[in-house]
Every structure is written in structure tokens, then in C-alpha cells.
């Protein structure tokens, strides 16, 4: 696989493959007691530009399981809020550390990182894109369904950061995928540029919650304003008024179907509170593997199997 994780779109199917199958065995060696320092003395360091609680606990307590060590450093606190440039970072960093972890805003940032970086770069979530959450989400899929390719996935709401990555990760995996959201809040353009070439499965671009849901096994939705964007909420709660995954959507999905979020949730926005509870376990069951996807990534990254 590539030397970072920077977004899907540099991923192969055979490389989430390979990711997916170490997250299986490590998930199933951590509940079993079986030792996995695969890190055994490394150091991650992890920058974040933005709020987590979900990203944070699992790199820090996946790279401490692994037997490494997670530095964490927020903008705040590091020189990166006094304005020292990410190219000097990078540099530093790779002195001291065996990976960078970064959580930020422009996607340009993380791939800059990566080019001045001597280490292996992970995407913790940028504007354009949530890879570990993704993978994390499909390693959940998998476990619920057995198999990704052939499912049908739908995502309603923003065309944000996770829709980019959802879409990007289902066709890789050979999934169709429907995405409903307002014409204004699209995903972007180089996520439908690589839909535009993919064969084997397809992407359908939508406004109507309905048409994108019949027949779904797998509903995604995600917040309508996303870090950063908190002084449009008024204007999002608007726009997405109807892109929600409530009774009605769900009575219209595939027999079986589950419900996947990458939380923090709002409900009575984008999920209603009832169909959230309904389908809690298979929501935190995507929480919990993001701990075993980054564990992989990590390990295929920074150690040896
Ligand atoms: N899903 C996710 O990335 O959660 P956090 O923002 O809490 O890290
Ligand atoms: N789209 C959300 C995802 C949070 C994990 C955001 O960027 O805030």
C-alpha cells in the first residue's frame, strides 16, 4: 500500500482489503488476549486542528496497544497556532516520531505534511475527506453483512468530508451507492470525477431522500454543519430540512438494512432519535472499529505484520 493514508482515493480495493483483514485479525487478537505489539516502541504524533473525541481516544489507545506511544498536539498549544509553517513541522516531526497524525482543515495541509514528511502521514479528517472513519465503516459493513461487494449504500444530507470518502470507499469495495443532498451542497467535484470512471459499481446523484434509499442494506447520514461551518447552521438547517433518516425512510430500505453514523449525532437533524436508538448497536459498533481499522492502518504503515 502507499506510504500514507492521505485520502481513499489513493487506496486500491486490494489495499482496504488488506487493511480490512489486519483490523478483523486485530480486533479478534485484542478480544482473545492475544499480544499485537506489531509497534513495539514507535511514536505517533498527532496534530489536531480541530475538536475529537473518537479520533483522539483511538489513535492514542491503538497506538498504546500496539505497545507505541501517541504524542497529542493541538494547534492551541503548538507553535502551528503561532504560525509555524506545516513544511517545518513535518520536518521536525520526523525527527522525533514514527508517524504523523493530522486533523485538520484543507486537504492541501495533510498532503503538504506528507511531502516534507519522512514518516508515514494519516488523515484524521480534513474538509475533503474522512478516510479512517470509512474504512472503519466498511470493516463494520462487512462484519454486519459478510461481504461488501453487490450491497447498496445511500448517504443523505451534506456532501461533506464523509459523503466524499463514502463514496469513494463503496465503489472501491464494488458497492452502488446513492447520495441524496440539496443541489448546492454536491460532493465534490473530484469525488465525481472518479465516479465518472468507475465500471463495476455505480454512483447516483440525487436530490429525492426516497429514490436514494429504496432498496438500501446500508443508510449513512452525517451532521449538516460540519467543523467549521457553525455560522452557516442556520442556513444548513434549512437547506437540509427532509434529508433525515427517520421512520418513514427506514420503512422504505432493504430488509435488514442498518444505519451508519459516524457521530457526534444530531438528532432531530439528520437522524431522527427513535431510528438512532433503534439502530445504536450497529452504530457504535462502527465507533468501536475505528480503534481496530487505525490499528491496521497504523501497523501496515508504520511496522512490520
Ligand atoms: N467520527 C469522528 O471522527 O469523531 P470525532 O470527531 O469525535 O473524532
Ligand atoms: N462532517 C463532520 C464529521 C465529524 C466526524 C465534520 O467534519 O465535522
Redesign the pocket.
Known amino acids: 500500500m502507499t506510504r500514507h493514508l492521505l485520502k481513499l482515493l489513493d487506496l486500491s480495493r486490494e489495499d482496504i482489503s488488506e487493511i480490512l483483514d489486519l483490523a478483523d485479525q486485530l480486533k479478534y487478537n485484542l478480544k482473545n488476549g492475544i499480544k499485537h505489539d506489531l509497534l513495539s516502541g514507535k511514536t505517533l504524533a498527532m496534530i489536531f486542528e480541530?475538536n475529537s473525541t473518537?479520533?483522539r481516544v483511538s489513535f492514542e489507545t491503538g497506538i498504546y496497544q500496539l505497545g507505541g506511544y501517541g504524542v497529542f498536539l493541538s494547534s492551541t498549544e503548538s507553535q502551528l497556532g503561532r504560525g509555524e509553517p506545516i513544511r517545518d513541522t513535518a520536518r521536525v516531526l520526523s525527527r522525533y516520531c514514527d508517524g504523523i497524525m493530522i486533523r485538520t482543515y484543507e486537504q492541501e495541509k495533510v498532503e503538504e505534511l506528507a511531502k516534507y514528511s519522512t514518516v508515514p502521514v494519516i488523515n484524521g479528517?480534513s474538509?475533503f475527506c474522512?478516510p479512517c472513519?470509512v474504512l472503519a465503516d466498511l470493516m463494520t459493513i462487512r462484519e454486519r453483512m459478510t461481504r461488501l461487494e453487490g450491497l447498496k449504500v445511500c448517504y443523505i444530507g451534506?456532501g461533506?468530508?464523509?459523503a466524499n470518502s463514502i463514496i469513494v470507499g463503496c465503489l472501491k469495495c464494488g458497492m452502488d451507492i446513492s447520495v441524496a443532498c440539496p443541489s448546492d451542497y454536491s460532493p465534490h467535484r473530484t469525488v465525481l470525477d472518479f465516479a465518472s470512471t468507475v465500471t463495476d459499481a455505480k454512483l447516483t446523484l440525487t436530490e429525492n431522500v426516497e429514490e436514494a434509499t429504496a432498496g438500501a442494506d446500508v443508510l449513512f447520514t452525517?451532521?449538516w454543519a460540519?467543523?467549521?461551518q457553525e455560522k452557516d447552521a442556520e442556513t444548513r438547517r434549512k437547506a437540509f430540512r427532509g434529508y433525515q433518516i427517520n421512520a418513514e425512510v427506514m420503512a422504505l430500505a432493504a430488509p435488514g438494512a442498518i444505519v451508519q453514523h459516524?457521530?457526534?449525532a444530531h438528532r432531530g437533524e439528520e437522524i431522527t432519535d427513535e431510528v438512532f436508538e433503534a439502530y445504536a448497536d450497529a452504530i457504535f459498533d462502527e465507533a468501536e472499529n475505528r480503534l481496530h481499522a487505525q490499528k491496521a492502518v497504523m501497523a501496515l504503515l508504520i511496522g512490520k505484520k
Do not use: A, I
Open positions: 480541530k473518537r479520533t479528517l474538509d474522512h472513519q451534506d461533506n468530508n464523509m452525517d451532521v460540519s467543523m467549521g459516524c457521530l457526534p
